[in-house]
């Protein structure tokens, strides 16, 4: 099956500060969600994007389709934006897969 | 819309008990599935279905049964119930944007612990 690959697995930031967040995947993706797990266990949904890139306040997403990648940024963080950020995709077998997630940390 | 509700919330079963989780849907969406998240880990998807009245298995579907009978309702059975099967259990509903393509939208999930 495909193989969801995130990076890096844990990040620390202080308040204010900018991240990047990475997910491959080793197949063609029929589409590609992140999502934000906050520290009461909710997922919720951040961006619904296979390819091109979305913005939604602090946060965009690129994906690259073609180069198997995606890319998750995160500006001027703030305490409530930590918790676990997991990267899924769906390709031809109508299965979600995810990966093991980047568990994010900000600090006051 | 209420979106996609869960229950119980949590659950405390004996090893060999039997019970049902409960997932509802209001967005009238086709596909629905079910996941579980142990600690640390992603989520691992059990069971699915593209529409009433046809499942099918997941990564993860022994011990596990479900059914879909309507579009809105999607229950998963646990037969007899294992320590291994404490876990975090979410019901997702999905909104079709193309041939095996979907976005998905997730409930609050069921904390099951069995002793």
């Known amino acids: 099956g495909i193989q969801v690959e995130q990076s890096p697995p844990d990040l620390i930031l202080q308040e204010g500060a900018n991240s990047t967040l990475r997910c491959n995947f080793s197949?063609?993706?029929?589409?590609l969600q992140w999502f934000h797990q906050n520290p009461w266990g909710q997922l919720i949904n951040l961006f619904y994007?296979?390819?091109g890139t979305k913005q939604n306040g602090r946060l965009s997403a690129t994906t690259v389709a073609t180069e198997r990648y995606s890319l998750l940024y995160i500006s001027s963080s703030q305490t409530t934006d930590s918790g676990v950020y997991f990267c899924?995709?769906?390709?031809?077998?109508?299965?979600?897969?995810f990966g093991e997630g980047t568990q994010l940390t900000v600090n006051p | 819309n209420a979106g996609v509700t869960q229950t119980p919330k949590f659950q405390v079963l004996k090893t060999g008990q039997s019970m049902t989780l409960q997932c509802a849907q209001d967005?009238?969406?086709?596909?629905m599935s079910w996941y579980r998240q142990d600690p640390g880990m992603g989520l691992r998807l059990i069971h699915y279905?593209?529409?009433?009245?046809?499942?099918d298995q997941g990564e993860v579907p022994n011990g596990y049964n479900v059914s879909r009978s309507t579009t809105e309702d999607f229950p998963l059975r646990l037969l007899s119930a294992a320590p291994s099967q404490t876990s975090v259990y979410f019901c997702?509903?999905?909104?079709?944007?193309?041939?095996?393509?979907?976005?998905?939208?997730f409930g609050p999930g069921t904390r099951l612990t069995v002793t």
């Open positions: 997702a509903s999905s909104r079709s944007t193309g041939t095996f393509s979907y976005e998905q939208y």
């Open positions: 197949d063609s993706v029929n589409n």
């Open positions: 994007i296979p390819s």
């Open positions: 899924a995709v769906f390709n031809s077998g109508s299965r979600l897969t």
């Open positions: 967005m009238n969406h086709e596909y």
């Open positions: 279905s593209v529409g009433a009245g046809i499942t």
